[in-house]
């Protein structure tokens, strides 16, 4: 049998964001001045500023906003949260935090020693709907960069998860075939079903705080830690 392409997702899936990212907000709130400013501690801005977060994240997947929006406004609107609206600080916000966050090494448990021993038997890729030069510097990370031969992300690829495009032109790009590709990611519609729905083998779904949900489906393999991938392939 031919060996099997292995596609993952990157953010939630092998980068930790939320710890990466916690991380990141905090040294940003801490350098611009504002804890304590109107009764911001970093739990209250990091609870607040993931909501708006996510939820700009998904227009942005949808073409409702555009990337300079979704860069920009997410911290304005949070900010706005604890009433403090001034001139040029969510562009300060911005910058500092993406100065910060990309640059933090933290993965998720055992993703180095798992992708060194699927890379011996398999061909891996990365398909992100991150922002490219966002996402080039977190595949400098040590425990990742040496596994992976190509990243897609849906700038280059002119489409984001979960259209069909980004995987059509993510297979004809690194010259896999659709027959032996597999999906691994954290998001069970843009990632998991979005594969599966664009043709490919199978997926696996990345579960680690065990979200419930009511698919079902023979083609798609559920995980919760990412040692079980050594189990499949």
């Known amino acids: 049998m031919k060996e099997k392409t292995l596609f993952f997702d990157l953010d939630h899936t092998l980068w930790d964001f939320e710890r990466n990212s916690a991380e990141a907000l905090e040294e940003t709130l801490i350098a611009l001045n504002l804890i304590g400013r109107n009764g911001i501690t970093a739990q209250n801005f990091i609870s607040r500023y993931h909501v708006i977060n996510d939820k700009m994240w998904d227009e942005y997947r949808r073409g409702v906003i555009e990337k300079e929006a979704l860069r920009t406004r997410r911290f304005e609107d949070a900010l706005a949260l604890f009433s403090i609206r001034e001139n040029g600080l969510a562009e300060r916000f911005a910058q500092t935090y993406l100065d910060l966050c990309p640059r933090k090494k933290n993965l998720f448990p055992h993703t180095e020693e798992v992708l060194k021993k699927l890379s011996e038997k398999c061909t891996m890729h990365l398909i992100t709907n991150g922002f490219s030069e966002v996402q080039t510097i977190k595949m400098e990370n040590k425990g990742l960069k040496p596994y992976f031969h190509q990243m897609i992300t849906s700038e280059e690829a002119g489409a984001k998860k979960p259209s069909a495009e980004i995987f059509d032109y993510a297979v004809n790009k690194t010259g896999a075939e659709k027959k032996n590709s597999v ?51």
């Open 183 to 233: 999906m691994i990611g954290d998001d069970i519609e843009n990632d998991v079903m979005a594969a599966i729905n664009a043709g490919f083998d199978s997926a696996v779904w990345f579960n680690p705080t065990q979200k419930k949900t009511d698919f079902c489906d023979s083609r798609i393999t559920e995980i919760h830690e990412l040692t079980e991938l050594l189990n499949i392939f």
